[in-house]
């Protein structure tokens, strides 16, 4: 990947296939990076959020941001590294966007072209094509803000690994040493969410990972804390304005 960094195009297309379970280590690129998998879904991590990758998704990273990966699945990862002076219009800020069949197919496409392409030949058509379809991608709420409170970075992370626990702020006062009230507050400050819009959250990104698995609604909506499919299913298309089947199969 540090090959990439410096090619002499706009954008770089790397292809590259990764097991079940396999991690990438915390670090950073120079150049912004679309994060996207043909197949597979990917978990990655940040100092400001987690964030869940599916098919049909694909992760912005701005340049110089450090994060690692876990890959859930076998994952066909297809990246893009792009200069910076070629992505001003794109967000400062990590964001899952949506990628529709066109910019997927570009994506594909690029992986073809040769790393030095023909600026004024397919390459170069291809990759301005790409950088006008992310400028006007949709952006998803698939990211999980992470406090840097220790007391409430305990709290999470036990939510994270147990996202269908019902357990109260009051019950969490007695484990991290805060009150109910400061851990409401810190909530609200740290991540700009109250505690049951970031649990719901929280669920939210583990039933995605779950779903794009292939796992039944059913399975899901136990696992992260719904007593039936159907509130799952309600939760679901509040939140992405869709059902679960209509969502993965758009």
């Known amino acids: ?81 792009i200069e910076p002076r070629a992505c001003r219009a794109m967000p400062r800020s990590c964001a899952v966007i949506e990628v529709n069949p066109l910019l997927r197919a570009l994506i594909l496409a690029a992986m073809d072209e040769k790393v030095e392409y023909d600026r004024a030949g397919r390459g170069g058509l291809i990759m301005r094509l790409i950088l006008a379809e992310l400028r006007a991608a949709p952006r998803l709420p698939l990211s999980i803000p992470m406090p840097r409170d220790r007391r409430l970075a305990r709290l999470c992370g036990s939510l994270l690994r147990h996202p269908q626990s019902d357990a109260t702020l009051d019950h969490w006062a007695e484990h991290v040493g805060a009150s109910a009230r400061t851990l409401a507050r810190l909530f609200r400050r740290e991540t700009g969410l109250s505690f049951v819009e970031w649990r719901t959250q929280a669920r939210l990104v583990e039933a995605l990972s779950l779903l794009s698995g292939g796992a039944p609604v059913g399975n899901v909506a136990n696992k992260i804390g719904y007593r039936s499919a159907s509130a799952f299913s309600q939760m679901f298309r509040r939140a992405l304005g869709r059902t679960p089947r209509e969502y993965l199969v758009q």
């Open 1 to 81: 990947p540090a090959d990439y960094q410096s090619a002499p195009r706009a954008v770089a297309a790397m292809p590259k296939d990764f097991a079940h379970g396999e991690t990438i280590a915390p670090h950073r690129h120079r150049r912004a990076q679309v994060i996207y998998a043909a197949t597979g879904v990917m978990r990655v991590s940040t100092s400001v959020g987690e964030f869940v990758v599916p098919p049909l998704r694909a992760l912005w990273m701005p340049p110089d941001v450090e994060h690692s990966l876990r890959m859930e699945g076998a994952v066909a990862m297809r990246t893009l590294y």
